[in-house]
T-cell receptor, first 113, second 116 residues
Framework: DVKVTQSSRYLVKRTGEKVFLECVQD?????MFWYRQDPGLGLRLIYF???????EKGDIPEGYSVSREKKERFSLILESASTNQTSMYLC????????????FGQGTRLTVV | GQQLNQSPQSMFIQEGEDVSMNCTSS?????WLWYKQDPGEGPVLLIA?????ELTSNGRLTAQFGITRKDSFLNISASIPSDVGIYFC????????????????FGQGTILTVHP
């Protein structure tokens, strides 16, 4: 079974804290993604990576950074958490190419207080 | 970024009814995917469409890739209580130069509630 694992299901952090969200995939996929999910807005792409140490901004990168030091791991970093970053965060991975599906982790619900 | 407009935003139906939802875009997509998200879980792929005009079924689900490549629909027949969840369309577009890194754009989601 393919697997994308996010390190936490629920997180509560204080405003101004540095927050790390970790994601690991066991499928040797080249591409990994971080989305945030908010009611009525669907999934919006924050950052993606198409190779180790390579990253590209998505549609809403402000306030976030990412790290991909190893192929299987993609980390999302909130340098200084703010209340408007309270959301559900979803990690996904996908094999390179067009006829491939994206596999998602179970999500991390982050609350910033 | 690219925009996908998904409708309806929510649906409340009786068990046994058929359901239809759709996505439209101002841009051409070369792949359309439909995902379902159960409460507390990540989205899971239901159906993938790769050719304009393609009509694909998966059990009670049927989806079509629009001829213009700017739209897609998903139908669910004879709904059952376990169909509840959020349904998302997603599309992939070629970047300039004909490359893509597997980036998917998602619709806003359709929340489906099925009453027994």
């Amino acid at each position: 079974d393919v697997k994308v694992t996010q390190s936490s299901r629920y997180l509560v952090k204080r405003t101004g804290e540095k927050v790390f969200l970790e994601c690991v995939q066991d499928m040797d996929h080249e591409n990994m993604f971080w989305y945030r999910q908010d009611p009525g807005l669907g999934l919006r792409l924050i950052y993606f990576s198409y190779d180790v140490k390579m990253k590209e901004k998505g549609d809403i990168p402000e306030g976030y950074s990412v790290s991909r030091e190893k192929k299987e791991r993609f980390s999302l970093i909130l340098e200084s958490a703010s209340t408007n970053q309270t959301s559900m965060y979803l990690c996904a991975s996908r094999e390179q190419g067009f006829h491939t599906e994206a596999f998602f982790g179970q999500g991390t619900r982050l609350t910033v207080v | 970024g690219q925009q996908l407009n998904q409708s309806p935003q929510s649906m409340f139906i009786q068990e046994g009814e058929d359901v239809s939802m759709n996505c439209t875009s101002s841009s051409i997509f070369n792949t359309w995917l439909w995902y379902k998200q159960d409460p507390g879980e990540g989205p899971v792929l239901l159906i993938a469409l790769y050719k304009a005009g393609e009509l694909t079924s998966n059990g009670r689900l049927t989806a079509q890739f629009g001829i213009t490549r700017k739209d897609s629909f998903l139908n669910i027949s004879a709904s059952i209580p376990s169909d509840v969840g959020i349904y998302f369309c997603a599309g992939q577009i070629l970047n300039a130069g004909g490359t893509s890194y597997g980036k998917l754009t998602f619709g806003q989601g359709t929340i489906l509630t099925v009453h027994p």
